[in-house]
């Protein structure tokens, strides 16, 4: 186990089993952002809290991310128990972690998320940030195809949901959905979301507007 001060261990309880077990965390303090790439993922200097973002309990496998849980079902955790539980192996994810165990700990979420019926923005979510760690291991082929995932997930999520109580306020919904419809080369439907949300409710998000008017320029002087 590599020793790194950057992290602590974060003390939780599952929701599932009521297992006491820690996570390692980024410190707060020592986040260092070195860039950012134009669908909102982060780079850092030193460890990346991307990789610590999902919680996986070492006893009954529970698997999500922490920042955007919001409760489980009691019918659901019987689910969890039947068909998480009984085929964990005795692998566990409370140390620090590598790319591959990253990758492992969102696969675990995905598959929790959708056996329990998640609603689509967590599950989209989840897709993004695991194309990610695809891109960070230089693994395009299947970022690719978790960010045409994720861009699905958010576009039923933005038709069929109430986003009042997501992790993503409905303007940055708006232009994640541009910018995967750019990433993954669509750039007619990628103009329309960029205008779309620069055009409803202006002044909600100048963060996202100001990206979106970038975007959109870039790909307006590409195809001059």
Partial sequence: MRIITELYDKKLICPVCENEYTSKKVKSSKLRVEKRDTDLMTYYKGENPLLYSVVVCNKCGFSYLDAEYKGIKKESKKVILEKITSRLSNKNYMD??????????????????ELIDSKKIYLASLALRLGWIYRLKGDYENEYRFLKNALKLFIYSYEKENLSESYFDKKTVEYLIGELYNKTNDKENAIKWYNIVVSN???????????AREQWQLIKNSTK
């Fill in 201 to 211: 409710n202006p002044g909600a998000n100048m963060r996202v507007e100001n990206l």
């Fill in 96 to 113: 620090t972690r590598t790319l591959e165990e990253g990758e492992e700990t969102y696969k675990l979420a995905l598959y929790c998320a």
